[in-house]
């Protein structure tokens, strides 16, 4: 199967608390992308990560392939209101098409 | 900065009707695509089309579904017979390079309800 099951689905944290959301497979893929989805707009790319074991940075954002490339995390330090939102990893096929996770749905409360 | 744009924001339609959902692609991009998000619901891949024809559609692409490129600057996605089930948000995309490592930029979305 080529489903990304993300985890977990909702969480609702304090403004300055740390967190970890989850991306993972069954199958090995080539490359991993992570989206962020507000209210009313659409996904917009936040990294791309290729490389089993690379770590990517992005401000308070820190990306994690895994080294075996099935999954990947998104780890976000001192969280702040601005952060809400949908969270998306998605996997890209050779044409391009992108096959999403559920999403994990993000509320930072100030 | 460039943007893909959608229009309309929002369309109601009663089910049997035909839509047709419009996108503005950046306007070097080769590559484009349609996604849509049933509301709950993870967004899932329509169809991707590239020199004038589909590359890939998925299972949710079937005949009642079509798209077009009819000038240099507007990608559409046709539904010619409306049912409930289609209700949705849909995205247009496009990427310049159509590789699996590309950035895919997103439009707005275009809200359908079928009544």
């Known amino acids: 199967t080529q489903l990304l099951e993300q985890s977990p689905q909702f969480l609702s944290i304090q403004e300055g608390e740390n967190l970890t959301v989850y991306c993972n497979s069954s199958s090995v893929f080539s490359s991993l992308q992570w989206y962020r989805q507000e209210p009313g707009e659409g996904p917009v790319l936040l990294v791309t990560v290729v490389t089993g074991g690379e770590v990517k940075k992005l401000k308070r954002l820190t990306f994690q392939f895994g080294d075996a490339r099935k999954d990947s995390s998104l780890h976000i330090t001192a969280a702040q209101p601005g952060d809400t939102g949908l969270y998306l990893c998605?996997?890209?096929?050779?044409?391009?098409?992108?096959?999403f996770g559920q999403g994990t749905t993000l509320q930072v409360k100030p | 900065e460039p943007e893909v744009t959608q229009t309309p924001s929002h369309q109601v339609t009663q089910m049997g009707q035909e839509v047709i959902l419009r996108c503005v692609p950046i306007s070097n991009h080769l590559y484009f695509y349609w996604y849509r998000q049933i509301l709950g619901q993870k967004v899932e891949f329509l169809v991707s089309?590239?020199?004038?024809?589909?590359?890939?559609k998925s299972e949710i692409f079937d005949d009642q579904f079509s798209v077009e490129r009819p000038d240099g600057s507007n990608f559409t996605l046709k539904i010619r017979s409306t049912k409930l089930e289609d209700s949705a948000m849909y995205f247009c995309?496009?990427?310049?390079?159509?590789?699996?490592?590309?950035?895919?930029?997103f439009g707005p979305g275009t809200r359908l309800t079928v009544l």
């Open positions: 089309f590239y020199n004038n024809e589909i590359s890939e």
């Open positions: 998605a996997r890209s096929g050779n044409t391009g098409k992108l096959i």
């Open positions: 995309a496009s990427s310049s390079q159509g590789k699996s490592t590309d950035t895919q930029y």
